[in-house]
T-cell receptor, first 109, second 112 residues
Framework: GQNIDQPTEMTATEGAIVQINCTYQ??????LFWYQQHAGEAPTFLSY??LDGLEEKGRFSSFLSRSKGYSYLLLKELQMKDSASYLC??????????WGAGTKLIIKP | GAGVSQSPSNKVTEKGKDVELRCDPI?????LYWYRQSLGQGLEFLIY????????KSGLPSDRFSAERTGGSVSTLTIQRTQQEDSAVYLC??????????FGSGTQLSVL
């Protein structure tokens, strides 16, 4: 079956760095997505990886290892506004997204 | 509008009633998705439209759920004879390219 695993909740300190891990099992693979979702709001796109390696975009970076079925989202210089849920999703061979349950990130001052 | 618009934003209904949820995608986006999100859960895929056709209806949980899209634009999701387990946030998303979905703010459905 198809499955996405990510931690339920993480806590970090303002100004620090946090890494949110995601492992996936899908029928075929057409890329790995990260979305940010603030409480009560719609998810918004953060990143898309289809090749192995690290993609950096400002304070956020996303890494993919296709051989390991593994990705992580790295957030640097954490700000209070980064408190949100981070959703990992893998696209299967039919170009359908399989979503994880999300990681709730709590930022403490 | 500039983004995906969903209406109503909140809907409270009685068990057994029918409800209709509307999604107005970003102009020009050919792909449209409906998802359901229960509290603390991931996104549950319901249905996908490419233009007016729905090549993938596999996510609809029962025959009480149906969806249509007309003119390659607005879509409606209809839930007949609502049950309490239908209570969730229903999210619509549209895209013009595989790599990025744009989500609406969702409809919070509460079935009493």
């Amino acid at each position: 079956g198809q499955n996405i695993d990510q931690p339920t909740e993480m806590t970090a300190t303002e100004g620090a760095i946090v890494q949110i891990n995601c492992t996936y099992q899908t029928s075929g693979f057409n890329g790995l997505f990260w979305y940010q979702q603030h409480a009560g709001e719609a998810p918004t796109f953060l990143s898309y990886n289809v090749l192995d390696g690290l993609e950096e975009k400002g304070r956020f970076s996303s890494f993919l290892s296709r051989s390991k079925g593994y990705s992580y989202l790295l957030l640097k210089e954490l700000q209070m506004k980064d408190s949100a849920s981070y959703l990992c999703a893998a696209m299967d061979s039919n170009y359908q997204l399989i979503w994880g349950a999300g990681t709730k990130l709590i930022i403490k001052p | 509008g500039a983004g995906v618009s969903q209406s109503p934003s909140n809907k409270v209904t009685e068990k057994g009633k029918d409800v209709e949820l509307r999604c107005d995608p970003i102009s020009g986006h050919t792909a449209l998705y409906w998802y359901r999100q229960s509290l603390g859960q991931g996104l549950e895929f319901l249905i996908y439209f490419q233009g007016n056709s729905a090549p993938d209806k596999s996510g609809l949980p029962s025959d009480r759920f149906s969806a249509e899209r007309t003119g390659g634009s607005v879509s409606t999701l209809t839930i007949q004879r609502t049950q309490q387990e239908d209570s969730a946030v229903y999210l619509c998303a549209s895209s013009s390219e595989i790599e990025k979905l744009f989500f609406g703010s969702g409809t919070q459905l509460s079935v009493l």
